[in-house]
């Protein structure tokens, strides 16, 4: 079977490009969109006390509206009520707006912690981080995360997901121990997606924002300190999967 110049010309286009030549390094900065990071937010100015005294208006108030409430509870109740309104205002702060305010606030900080970068969303890009092995995907595809921090997901809590990557791979591929730092290159897509795995102590969520289809990884250094990550390769096993777009 023998194929024509056009014919060559098309089954090369048909294959998979990975330009990784041309891939922009970029810094974890750049993943949230900018655009949802400046919002109003009354809830960032106030002290650890003022915000106690919102939260024990909210209580007491929830608490009023039981039923079968005992004669002495309600009056304490209604003092305390009393006093947290009266310090809040005291320093010109309308404590009914400020309640009335929070699931406004709520998503927007929502949306400041999952938005990504639209500029990039389809880009080749190249970034450096610390990883974390992951059993496969729903779709059998080999799988990783890539945090800006070492630590994040096990010591201390997931980043937001526009500073947590996933890394899907073609060909199967585990670092040498988990936080290993490396260097991926390959698409970046927004593509939001939702799991629960182990990872070292216990269940994890791990909601990240973007995909990275890596085309190549660069390991930056391998300390003989590091704790190394078990030599088995991860499987569904270790951890409930529940991958979702």
Known sequence: MTFGLAGI???LLALPCHDTAHASEVSWSELPDRSAQTFEDPYRDLSAAQLDALLTIVRARTELQGPDLAGN???GLEETLAGAVGELEAAGIEPDWLISQRWVVAERRERAATAGNPDLDGSQATLSGFVIPAPPDAEGRFTAYLVPE????SHVPPPPPNQLLRLVFEEAWYPQFIYEPVRVSGRLEIDPSNR???????PVKMASTFTIDVASVETL????T???????PPSADDGRQADRK
Do not use: F, I
Request: aromatic residues 4%; contains cysteine; hydrophobic residues 40%.
């Open 73 to 75: 509870r309600r009056a």
């Open 9 to 11: 010309l098309a089954v």
């Open 150 to 153: 070492r630590g994040m997901c």
């Open 221 to 224: 250094t391998s300390p003989k």
């Open 226 to 232: 590091e704790k190394p990550w078990p030599l088995r």
């Open 196 to 202: 629960v795995m182990r990872v070292v102590d216990g």
